[in-house]
């Protein structure tokens, strides 16, 4: 296992405590096909510099992520973060790029999808694309991000149902995580994914940055600039604590 600052293995690294794999999109999805090959559920998180803030004080998030399956480096403070540390990342594997790619792959494998968060309908609306874009992968299922408690076993039973062997969550970080964590074993999922804001995109509800913006990498700014009251704490001192804690790791070495 890492250490606390870049420490890494093979293809392992630890930004600020937070482990992470360090492979490239094709890698990440030969994985995925692996993961689904064996007959039990499996966790794929995507962490970004937010998620490596957030971790730094919930010790039960940082829990579930290093004990996931694969952990996918998201993102240019990620990346800033790899080399500053010592231990450069291969890549940007963030879950907007990496799901029409995982939708081709799951498509070949015949493996049924279940899509479940966001606001009501937008779910029933990435089905919509995935139907459009691949016709012969599966959807399962469907359900919104914001259900109670007392709802939570029937979308759970739901899931089990729907033969769904993967399962996209989309309710933002921790919750999914922390989602996944306590219903994988229900769902019957072989592979569960948190993956964030990635429904509002492939729904059309928010445009994604121009691709000039994601070669830049900054397409942070771009959803700065759509939700700035509920983004700018997150972006503007979030980034900049990130920058903070990883120059004060660099600094103390390993
Ligand atoms: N969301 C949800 N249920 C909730 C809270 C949020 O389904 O109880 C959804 C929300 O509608 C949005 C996504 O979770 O689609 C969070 O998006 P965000 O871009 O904030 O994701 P993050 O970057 O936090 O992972």
Request: charged share 20%.
């Amino acid at each position: 296992m890492a250490g606390p600052q870049g420490g890494d293995g093979a293809d392992g690294a630890s930004i600020l405590g937070l482990r992470v794999h360090n492979i490239t999109k094709d890698e990440a999805l030969d994985r995925i096909e692996t993961l689904l090959s064996e007959e039990r559920g499996h966790t794929v998180f995507f962490v970004n510099a937010h998620c490596v803030n957030l971790a730094w004080g919930d010790d039960r998030y940082r829990e579930v992520v290093n004990g996931a399956d694969l952990v996918l480096p998201d993102g240019t403070g990620m990346r800033i973060a790899g080399r500053l540390l010592g231990h450069p990342l291969r890549d940007n594997v963030n879950g907007t790029d990496l799901f029409p790619l995982l939708c081709e792959r799951l498509q070949r494998l015949q493996a049924p999808v279940y899509l479940l968060g966001a606001l009501p309908g937008l779910a029933e609306k990435v089905a919509d694309w995935i139907r459009r874009t691949f016709p012969r992968l599966p959807v399962a299922g469907t359900h919104h991000g914001y259900f109670t408690p007392e709802e939570e076993p029937e979308v759970v039973t739901s899931i089990a149902a729907s033969g769904a062997q993967v399962l996209f969550v989309a309710m933002g970080v921790p919750l999914q995580e922390r989602w996944i964590a306590r219903n994988l074993s229900a769902t019957g999922v072989r592979v569960a994914l948190g993956v964030g804001g990635l429904f509002d995109f492939y729904s059309g509800r928010i445009p994604r940055a121009p691709l000039w913006m994601r070669r830049a990498g900054i397409e942070w700014v771009f959803r700065l600039l759509q939700e700035p009251r509920r983004l700018w704490r997150r972006y503007l001192i979030g980034n900049l604590v990130f920058l903070a804690r990883v120059l004060k790791a660099r600094w103390r070495g390993p």
